[in-house]
């Protein structure tokens, strides 16, 4: 288990400076020229130029790299060039809206998606099955953007069931904080429950026909033992793997579904840092989600090992 953990830890740390190195790269080769945005109507040669000389613009690439990664280093993303405000203090205040928003999504998706994707396979051919199909191919078919807006003309702003816009910190009132998030939440999780549903009744569908299941059913346990005990339990590593990929997508990926719901979270920060050539919050946006996905992907990669104790001796999830 130890050489497993090690293994797959230093994997993440490579995987984690390369990702390092395309975003800095990667960044730098977008379109524009920041110092043109900061001048503003004075674009004097100049002037230019010492704002270049003041945010390190005039440097080496592998200069700038360096400092960069000093920086990061000490926990220091930087100021913005545009606001000159501390890029962390920025990503303190709009990461905990999208991290909430992300985990209690996929926690609606999960439960919703693994419950249909059970009952749809034990339920083959029957009722059940065609319901949470036609289900799904409707979550997988309708985009988030206008089922977001149906739900705040029709729970919003004609019964008045939830807030239209707007974010509460869950420290100041948890209560009123749920009651602003679960409608966005809730949005945001049909398309991903209908994802988990296919791959779970797909994998349901597998194991129910496999001989440990049989054996099972032969030794006479209740049908509910066979299905959550041995059907479900082995089927829950492809749930984990889409129900992880789905989590760090949802970091950088609910983007439309803040600005709709009028979210503080990543979404507007990302695309006002994009339109304006802002490096340092880019830059920690982009290293953020990449290393959302890398630490996600290693909890995973430990669940696991834990569903199915053989991936701790051969080390493949396969």
């Known amino acids: ?79 913005s060039i545009r606001t000159g405000t501390p890029v962390s203090s920025m990503l303190t205040t709009a990461l905990p809206v999208t ?16 419950g249909a994707g059970v009952l749809a396979a034990v339920r083959r051919g029957r009722p059940a099955e065609w319901l949470a199909n036609g289900l799904a191919l409707i979550g997988l078919s309708v985009p988030h953007f206008w089922l977001g807006l149906l739900a705040i ?43 988990i549903m296919r791959q779970t009744r797909s994998a349901m569908l597998d194991s129910l026909s496999s001989d440990y299941v049989r054996t099972a059913k032969a030794k006479g346990l209740r049908p509910r033992a066979v299905i959550t005990r041995h059907a479900l339990r082995n089927s829950l590593i492809v749930v984990v793997t889409v129900v992880g990929l789905q989590l760090g997508g949802l970091i950088s990926g609910a983007v439309v579904t803040e600005q709709i719901f009028g979210l503080p979270g990543f979404g507007k920060m990302t695309i006002d ?13 982009v290293l953020l989600t990449a290393t959302a996905y890398i630490v996600i992907n290693f909890f995973v990669d430990l669940l696991y ?12 999830p396969a």
Do not use: K
């Open 273 to 285: 840092a994009v339109f304006q050539r802002d490096y340092p919050v880019i830059q920690a946006v």
């Open 153 to 195: 003309l029709y729970l919003a702003v004609a019964t008045n069931l939830f807030p239209a816009s707007g974010f509460v910190p869950i420290l100041e009132d948890p209560v009123d904080n749920l009651h602003h998030i679960v409608l966005p939440a809730v949005i945001l999780g049909t398309g991903l429950a209908a994802i």
């Open 1 to 79: 288990m130890a050489r497993y953990l090690l293994t797959r830890a230093w994997q993440s740390a490579l995987t984690l400076l390369m990702s390092t190195i395309v975003v800095f790269v990667g960044v730098r080769a977008l379109p524009g020229d920041p110092a043109l945005a900061l001048a503003g109507e004075d674009r004097s040669p100049e002037a230019l130029e010492a704002i270049r000389r003041h945010y390190g613009l005039d440097q080496p690439l592998p200069v700038q790299f360096a400092q960069y990664v000093e920086r990061l280093v000490q926990g220091d993303f930087g100021v």
């Open 305 to 316: 090992s834990v569903i199915d104790p053989r991936i701790r001796v051969t080390g493949d």
């Open 99 to 114: 991290v909430e928003l992300s985990v209690l999504a996929i926690l609606i998706a999960a439960a919703l998606g693994v």
